[in-house]
């Protein structure tokens, strides 16, 4: 079971937005603003959308966005486009002794 | 541009000790801004970090690991290690390692490699 909850599966048509939650409890993502989201395709190594619940990575655009309330994080990525189909996960600090833990991932399909 | 490559045995006994390196290569690993992790994925879950080493050497373990895992590494070779010790079938993974930018953040990843763990 994993330390943070995210919703199995979302969908959404190319163009719109689509939102992922993220939710934790005060000792890690309501604790911190250190939450990360990460994009996996098939087969591949995940890649950093963002950092610090809103920062982005140079590269990734502009169409991701994250932002966090209380104990829930969220990802939002505006104009869906068919390479935006993959798993994303949330990441959050724990504390010092524990300096990362994982949501289970959401499944974005675009339909 | 940086890379990360994975290096072991694809294949474990039930017991014995499952042993990685992750060679870095466009950087050097005692660079004092970044921290070096260690990521595992179980064939079709979800990701889980193993643990981190700082620049200087200091280790983070998972509490859920931490009795069995032990990362080092060795600058002149500029690569960083992982040993988990009496692995179980559960072991079965992708091992990733990973450059941390910031608290549970990692910006360049290995591709990854599956290590089964089976008699």
């Known amino acids: 079971q994993s330390a943070l909850t995210q919703p199995p599966s979302a969908s959404g048509s190319p163009g719109q937005s689509v939102t992922i939650s993220c939710t934790g409890t005060n000792s890690d993502v309501g604790g911190y603003n250190y939450v990360s989201w990460y994009q996996q395709h098939p087969g591949k190594a995940p890649k950093l959308m963002i950092y610090e619940v809103t920062k982005r990575p140079s590269g990734v655009p502009d169409r991701f966005s994250g932002s966090k309330s209380g104990n829930t994080a969220s990802l939002t990525v505006s104009g869906l486009q068919s390479e935006d189909e993959a798993d994303y996960y949330c990441?959050?600090?724990?504390?010092?002794?524990?300096?990362?833990?994982f949501g289970g991932g959401t499944k974005l399909t675009v339909l | 541009q940086l890379q990360l490559q994975e290096s072991g045995p694809g294949l474990v006994k039930p017991s014995e000790t499952l042993s990685l390196t992750c060679t870095v290569s466009?950087?050097?690993?005692?660079?004092?801004?970044?921290?070096w992790a260690w990521i595992r994925q179980p064939p079709g879950k979800g990701l889980e970090w193993i643990g981190s080493i700082s620049y200087s050497g200091n280790t983070f373990y998972s509490p859920s690991l931490k009795s069995r895992v032990t990362i080092s590494f060795d600058t002149s070779k500029n690569h960083f290690s992982l040993r988990l010790s009496s692995v179980v079938v559960a072991d079965t993974a992708v091992y990733y390692c990973a450059r941390t930018i910031a608290a549970a953040a990692w910006d360049y990843w290995g591709q990854g490699t599956l290590v089964t763990v089976s008699s």
């Open positions: 990441a959050s600090y724990a504390g010092s002794n524990n300096l990362g833990v």
């Open positions: 466009g950087g050097s690993i005692s660079s004092s801004n970044y921290y």
